[in-house]
Nanobody, 124 residues
Framework: QVHLVESGGGLVQPGGSLRLSCTAS????????MGWYRQRPGKQREFVAM???????NYAFPVKDRSTVSRDYTKNTMSLQMNSLTPEDTAVYYC??????????????????WGQGTQVTVSS
């Protein structure tokens, strides 16, 4: 099992930027795919960005042109840089770890590991 801890959430003004981080510990070798999901108020959890252990990435359309996901394999961390934030980005952001290649497509597997989430609020 992998323990995931997110950090970097908070209150951001519209148009601002944010960098979320996820630190993994435990059986990190199973984190073939790591990624970010979010759950907006009143909505189901949705895929945001994924990155493989080989560096392949996949982004959801709403964030694609203003986000960058990256991994530091030596530190077992993953980050998400998001720019041009809008109130629509307000959500709890979750880090995930998966050994299944299909999750790169943004399709979580019931065996994936999850963090507790970090709140991001975009508001003036």
């Amino acid at each position: 099992q992998v323990h995931l801890v997110e950090s970097g959430g908070g209150l951001v003004q519209p148009g601002g930027s944010l960098r979320l981080s996820c630190t993994a510990s435990g059986s990190t070798s199973r984190c073939r795919i790591m990624g970010w999901y979010r759950q907006r108020p009143g909505k189901q959890r949705e895929f945001v960005a994924m990155i493989s252990d080989g560096g392949s990435t996949n982004y959801a359309f709403p964030v694609k042109d203003r986000s960058t996901v990256s991994r530091d394999y030596t530190k077992n961390t993953m980050s998400l840089q998001m720019n041009s934030l809008t109130p629509e980005d307000t959500a709890v952001y979750y880090c995930s770890c998966s050994p299944f290649w299909e999750t790169l497509l943004g399709r979580p597997n019931e065996s994936d590991d999850w963090g507790q989430g970090t709140q991001v609020t975009v508001s003036s």
